[in-house]
């Protein structure tokens, strides 16, 4: 069986400063990892995923995550957030490439100028 | 024109009332998916469709059904909805050999 477990269901960050969320998975399997923002009134639209290859990803809109084995995390990253990254987002886990994905419980961002 | 798309967007209904909720795609992708979104808990699987003679009980099934009309089309009903199936409700479909989910903008249903 998979999880998901997000730290923090709400983040606030101030407008330049890093953006961190973190993300830990559990997987019998070497897992798919996603990331998905969610803004007000819409659908989740993918951020970035890694399947396999480079542990480092990168994503759009400046957002990175890298993937450790070891320990088994999935780590969301910007260096600086702007004001339009305030959305939730949520961390996915899937044990294939045509899988059910299990998603995490979500974590507000909040950007402060 | 959205890959995925979801009617109603909004609606609000009253305990015991028969609804369905409608998604279609464009995509010609097979997997099709319903899920729910409540505040703390993330999406739940509700149920799922590899193909049009293939359906999947999700970790929430109950109190719900789906049909896989054509490819396209993947309803889901609540047979006699009740208060705490007041959520917002994803459909989605999944990228061949990506893993990727697509998602509709979802449908919001308030059940009195």
């Known amino acids: 069986a998979q999880s998901v477990t997000q730290l923090g269901s709400h983040v606030s960050v101030s407008e330049g400063a890093l953006v961190l969320l973190r993300c830990n998975y559990s997987s019998s399997v070497p897992p798919y990892l996603f990331w998905y923002v969610q803004y007000p009134n819409q659908g989740l639209q993918l951020l970035l995923k890694?399947?396999?290859?480079?542990?480092l990803v990168k994503g759009i809109n400046g957002f990175e995550a890298e993937f450790k084995k070891s320990e088994t995390s999935f780590h969301l990253t910007k260096p600086s957030a702007h004001m339009s990254d305030a959305a939730e987002y949520f961390c996915?886990?899937?044990?294939?490439?045509?899988?059910?994905?299990?998603f995490g419980a979500g974590t507000q961002v909040v950007v402060t100028p | 024109d959205a890959d995925v798309t979801q009617t109603p967007r909004n609606r609000i209904t009253k305990t015991g009332k028969r609804i369905m909720l409608e998604c279609s795609q464009t995509?010609?992708?097979?997997?099709m998916y319903w899920y729910r979104q409540d505040p703390g808990l993330g999406l739940r699987l509700i149920y799922y469709s590899f193909d049009v003679k293939d359906i999947n009980k999700g970790e929430i099934s109950d109190g719900y059904s789906v049909s896989r009309q054509a490819q396209a089309k993947f309803s889901l009903s609540l047979e006699s909805a009740i208060p705490n199936q007041t959520a917002l409700y994803f459909c989605?479909?999944?990228?061949?050999?990506?893993?990727?989910?697509?998602f509709g903008e979802g449908s919001r249903l308030t059940v009195l």
């Open positions: 890694y399947t396999t290859g480079a542990t």
């Open positions: 995509k010609g992708h097979d997997r």
């Open positions: 989605a479909i999944q990228g061949e050999n990506t893993g990727e989910l697509f």
């Open positions: 996915a886990v899937s044990e294939n490439s045509w899988g059910k994905l299990q």
